[in-house]
């Protein structure tokens, strides 16, 4: 008997015919009703199996001819498609709208009350009196309001210098080794042999920007106010992921050798690099050697 003509025993999955009356291997009793569903199963899934192909075959013409029409009409589907999207998007945006839901009916102001007429017979006011009672002497000539004057509109920001070709921009922050503060007003020079030395300083937040020449030979040397002369750079890990016991030691065995001006070097493919320099302070010095 073919495989697909067998149905799994629900209590050991072996294969069994649709007329078994019992399991031989788990020794699973079959009833009738389990036998006549068994029947039905196996009439179920032939039938399936006889109506796939026809399946496949509609599916195949369906995607064609759906193929075909696109190609023919294209752009008249691409119109509809977009048309409906608006449509769609439309009544979403007039359903998020409050203003479509409010009273259309607003209420008419209620009309003044009417002076009272005067009772036929009684003397009138002079016109002195009248005008004297509607503008009092004393009181003030009303001044026209002055409308607010226009604050002043915000400057645009300015716009990014525009970098050179063969030119690195390089840019960092300068931290106290000690306090890891930005240091503002440093001055940092750059240098390449015998060429003019190109300097940038610091801003209040210890950062600077400088462009230089992509070549060989640039040292780099700092000088701030309170701090020793010469730079140690950021290696890694970095001094601000360090606690201050591994920065004090280290404050204590900087020479004035490390704090020599130190050469760069950068990749040429790169037009933006970032440089970090540690300022080390002035308090703490080489003790003495005896």
């Not at 190609?71 to 409906?84: F, L, N, R």
């Not at 060429?195 to 801003?203: D, L, S």
Request: aromatic letters at 6%.
């Amino acid at each position: 008997m073919a495989e697909k003509d067998t149905l799994p025993c629900p209590g050991c999955h072996t294969p069994l015919p649709p007329e078994a009356t019992g399991c031989q291997i788990c020794m699973r009793a079959r009833s009738k009703y389990e036998i006549m569903r068994g029947y039905t199963a196996l009439h179920k899934a032939k039938a399936r199996r006889r109506r796939r192909p026809f399946q496949i075959a509609a599916a195949v013409l369906l995607l064609g001819a759906g193929g075909w029409l696109f190609m023919v009409h294209g752009d008249t589907i691409t119109a509809a498609a977009g048309s409906a999207i608006a449509a769609i998007g439309r009544w979403a945006d007039d359903m998020r709208n409050p203003s479509n839901y409010a009273s259309k009916s607003a209420a008419s102001p209620a009309p003044a009350p009417a002076p009272p007429a005067a009772a036929p017979g009684a003397p009138v006011a002079p016109e002195a009196a009248l005008s004297s009672q509607l503008f009092p002497p004393d009181a003030p000539p009303a001044s026209p309001a002055q409308a607010p004057a226009p604050a002043p509109a915000a400057a645009p920001p300015a716009a990014p210098k525009a970098l050179a070709k063969n030119m690195w921009r390089v840019s960092g922050t300068v931290y106290d080794l000690a306090t890891l503060e930005p240091v503002p007003g440093a001055d940092i020079t750059f240098l390449r042999d015998s060429k003019e030395p190109e300097t940038a300083t610091t801003n209040d937040k210890g950062g600077y920007e400088i462009d230089l020449a992509k070549a060989d030979g640039w040292t780099v040397s700092l000088e701030a106010h309170d701090h020793r002369r010469g730079q140690i750079f950021d290696i890694d890990p970095s001094y601000r992921v360090r606690d201050a016991d591994e920065r004090r030691a280290a404050l204590e065995h900087i020479s004035d050798g490390d704090l020599t001006p130190a050469p760069v070097d950068w990749k040429r493919a790169s037009a933006k690099v970032r440089l970090d320099l540690i300022a080390v302070p002035q308090q703490w010095t080489e003790p003495r050697r005896r």
